[in-house]
């Protein structure tokens, strides 16, 4: 295969090489190339730009990325079922594709991007539905900001996809993804893609969703913030004075209502009524004790 009109229909590499999805792999294969299209559309302009693709599967998407003309690809497959299939992608489209077999929540993107590029970086994926959340958090929870990464395009599952734009306007979805989305990106959903595009169907529907990194978020140590989230969110019916009781950072108790005093936030408030600066603030006051 020497052209790119030279690869055979998704459905057919599908059969040849025998990859029924796997449920525990969280895949669902999306043979639509006018979606696969639009997705990586949605991700580009792609030109001199290195495109990561987390559990590309058969290659549906990474064949989109390509012809919207990626500099290079990088898909990180877990699945080694599928390898054959991305293979002979990497054929059509000569030094475009680098394959690596391997889990995404393990790989040090920023490092494997460095080895083989040297220009603008950016991720886009269907992401499979038992990692995303995953994937996500651990990407914004990152040390170094900005990141490696100029644009996150990602599927997810619609009320996942919702979760990670609503502000305390959407109480009942406003949370601790939420909350790290909104402090260090723009995030906003960008289409929705039915349950009947994918083979097989999942029971919900997807959503494409588009983060663009700020690059001055207010200084916060990540991880402290997702700590307190977890926390405040993980007991949403109460009040913080009694939900963060039990938080501690590095080994260490807090003065809840010591700390809830110096950020200026009533104990007896609930965690979907808390903005986002509001947690970051507390964030802060925490990290410094």
């Avoid at 595009?197 to 983060?211: D, G, R, Y």
Wanted: net charge positive; with cysteine.
């Amino acid at each position: 295969m020497s052209a790119p009109d030279a690869l055979p229909p998704l459905r057919d590499v599908v059969s040849l090489y025998g990859l029924a999805a796997k449920k525990s792999l969280g895949q669902n294969f999306l043979y639509d190339l006018n979606l696969t299209g639009r997705i990586a559309r949605a991700a580009g302009p792609l030109e001199n730009v290195c495109v990561v693709e987390i559990g590309p599967g058969p290659g549906g998407l990474t064949r989109a990325l390509l012809r919207e003309g990626a500099g290079l690809v990088i898909a990180i497959e877990r699945d080694e079922r599928c390898l054959p299939a991305l293979e002979d992608i990497a054929r059509a489209f000569p030094h475009r594709l680098h394959i690596i077999h391997g889990d995404a929540l393990s790989a040090d993107l920023k490092t494997i991007v460095s080895q083989y590029w040297s220009g603008p970086a950016r991720i886009c994926a269907n992401l499979p539905y038992n990692i995303g959340t995953a994937l996500l958090t651990q990407w914004l929870e990152s040390e170094i900001w900005p990141p490696w990464f100029d644009k996150l395009t990602l599927m997810f599952q619609r009320e996942v996809a919702e979760r990670i734009v609503a502000t305390p306007k959407e109480r009942a979805d406003y949370g601790r993804l939420g909350v790290l989305c909104g402090w260090r990106t723009q995030a906003r959903i960008l289409f929705d893609v039915p349950a009947s595009a994918f083979t097989p169907p999942p029971k919900v529907t997807s959503s494409i969703v588009e983060l663009i990194p700020r690059a001055m978020p207010r200084p916060c140590d990540g991880h402290v913030l997702s700590l307190i989230t977890q926390s405040a969110f993980g007991q949403r019916r109460k009040m913080l004075r009694q939900s963060l009781k039990s938080l501690s950072i590095k080994g260490k108790a807090i003065d809840v209502l010591g700390v809830l005093s110096e950020a200026g936030i009533e104990p007896t408030r609930r965690a979907e009524e808390i903005s986002i600066d509001d947690f970051v603030r507390l964030a802060q006051i925490c990290q410094s004790l």
